[in-house]
């Protein structure tokens, strides 16, 4: 059986969670997510947990098994507690600021980066040079990271660019100036 299948979804207060032809909706303070489940794969809710349990020890069974009970796992916990990451803009005259419902960004390029977000994240600055990502859906707020990331990834000489809060960009000697 999968090691991480086989654990049941604690059920936080505040949290309903109902199964209905396959779909899986989760609805707590936060918001509501919904997630279809493999036909391979049974969802029933007892005693304020959720248990998922696999029709046959096929290998697709046994690979769906683990990953339906993590995506159910972060929509519980998404809708309870949500979900936040943090990006760090490092470079001189690099910065970022909040209009509205645009991310304008400054990153050494000849015309300012505007990036639409999205409605269901919430986007704030905290400082020039910090970008704060919040969300109920773990997918979304770590593509939505990745999609600003990539508008300026950190280069390993001087290390400007942005990186997430935490992240090690492993730095690169430039030429010797010498013989």
Do not use: W
């Given at each position: 059986?999968?090691?991480?299948?086989k654990?049941?979804?604690?059920?936080?207060?505040?949290?309903k969670?109902?199964?209905?032809?396959?779909?899986?909706?989760?609805e707590?303070?936060k918001?509501?997510?919904?997630?279809?489940v493999?036909?391979?794969?049974?969802?029933?809710?007892k005693?304020k947990?959720?248990?998922?349990s696999r029709q046959?020890?096929?290998?697709?069974?046994?690979?769906?098994?683990?990953l339906y009970?993590?995506l159910?796992?972060?929509?519980?916990?998404?809708?309870?507690?949500?979900?936040?990451?943090?990006?760090?803009?490092?470079?001189?005259?690099?910065?970022?600021?909040?209009?509205?419902k645009?991310?304008?960004?400054?990153?050494?390029y000849s015309?300012?980066?505007?990036?639409?977000?999205?409605?269901?994240?919430?986007?704030?600055?905290?400082?020039p040079?910090k970008?704060?990502v919040?969300g109920?859906?773990?997918?979304?707020?770590?593509?939505?990271?990745i999609?600003?990331?990539?508008?300026?990834?950190?280069?390993?000489?001087?290390?400007?660019?942005i990186?997430?809060?935490?992240?090690y960009v492993?730095?690169?000697?430039?030429k010797?100036?010498?013989?």
């Amino acid at each position: 059986m999968s090691r991480i299948g086989k654990l049941p979804i604690a059920i936080p207060a505040g949290v309903k969670v109902s199964v209905a032809d396959n779909t899986v909706t989760v609805e707590g303070p936060k918001g509501k997510l919904s997630q279809a489940v493999s036909p391979l794969i049974s969802v029933e809710v007892k005693d304020k947990e959720i248990v998922l349990s696999r029709q046959n020890d096929e290998r697709e069974s046994r690979a769906f098994h683990g990953l339906y009970r993590s995506l159910v796992k972060n929509m519980v916990e998404g809708v309870s507690t949500g979900y936040k990451k943090t990006l760090v803009i490092t470079g001189v005259g690099y910065k970022a600021e909040v209009q509205g419902k645009i991310l304008l960004l400054s990153l050494g390029y000849s015309t300012q980066i505007m990036y639409q977000i999205a409605d269901d994240l919430k986007i704030t600055c905290d400082g020039p040079n910090k970008i704060i990502v919040e969300g109920i859906d773990k997918q979304r707020v770590g593509q939505t990271c990745i999609e600003i990331k990539n508008l300026r990834p950190v280069e390993p000489y001087k290390g400007k660019g942005i990186k997430f809060d935490g992240e090690y960009v492993r730095r690169k000697v430039g030429k010797s100036g010498t013989k």
